[in-house]
């Protein structure tokens, strides 16, 4: 069985590497987490249209920090793992099979990097020969980031508009990278650095995952 595996870090300076997250595919089936973190409750999300909403009310995060990962199948399901127990409940979403152009599977609000654990000293972002995309960071830039992943064959397209948005937008257009899952489809990450209040200022240690059906599209 193929397996490809991508870490997606930040490099503050003096070379210190800070996790954000990991993709690992096996065969057909997609697999992503964060590696040990804690479970929030008091979040609700909402999304009605194109229009996404976080709310929070009392926060709780005071739990143990468990390990947990997402794992998107070859057959539709997906299910979240903590510990190695489900976590909520099973989807049966759009297939990878049939994907034909892309398609958001989550989207990240990143802690700011430097409340991000960094990797003991010496530990290379490629070991196990897998792929790493950094992202240099200086001290003067310390914002959190919002990352979205899209599954798409090869082709060209175009990428949906962002589905969440500020009253401070993200800075800049974005940028994009694009890894190779297996012989059909990539991994899409688009990622913009977020303003200096709005979204960055949402509870900046912590980090916001939402999952999404391939087979959602936004309306027009």
């Known amino acids: 069985m193929d397996v490809t595996k991508l870490r997606i870090l930040f490099e503050t300076p003096s070379e210190i590497y ?86 958001r599977i989550g989207l990240l609000l990143s802690k700011r990097p430097t409340l991000l654990k960094p990797y003991p000293p010496g530990t290379k972002p490629t070991r196990g020969k897998s792929s790493a995309l950094v992202l240099p960071i200086d001290s003067t830039s310390d914002h959190r980031f919002m990352f979205e992943f899209f599954l798409s064959p090869a082709g060209e397209f175009d990428l949906p508009p962002p589905v969440l948005t500020s009253k401070t937008p993200p800075t800049g257009p974005g940028s994009l990278e694009c890894f190779p899952l297996n012989e059909r489809l990539f991994l899409a990450i688009r990622f913009f650095i977020c303003g200096s209040d709005g979204l960055d200022a949402l509870h900046p240690d912590l980090n916001f995952w939402l999952h999404f059906d391939p087979g959602w599209t936004m309306r027009s």
């Open 18 to 103: 800070r996790p954000v997250c990991w993709f690992q595919q096996k065969g057909f089936d997609l697999y992503c987490g964060t590696g040990k973190s804690r479970e929030v409750t008091g979040i609700t999300t909402t999304l009605d249209g194109n229009a996404l909403s976080i709310k929070w009310d009392d926060l709780d995060s005071t739990a143990k920090e468990t390990d947990w990962k997402a794992s998107f199948h070859a057959s539709g399901q997906f299910h979240i793992k903590r510990n190695g127990a489900y976590d909520g409940p099973r989807h049966h979403w759009l297939p990878p099979k049939d994907i034909a152009k892309p398609c």
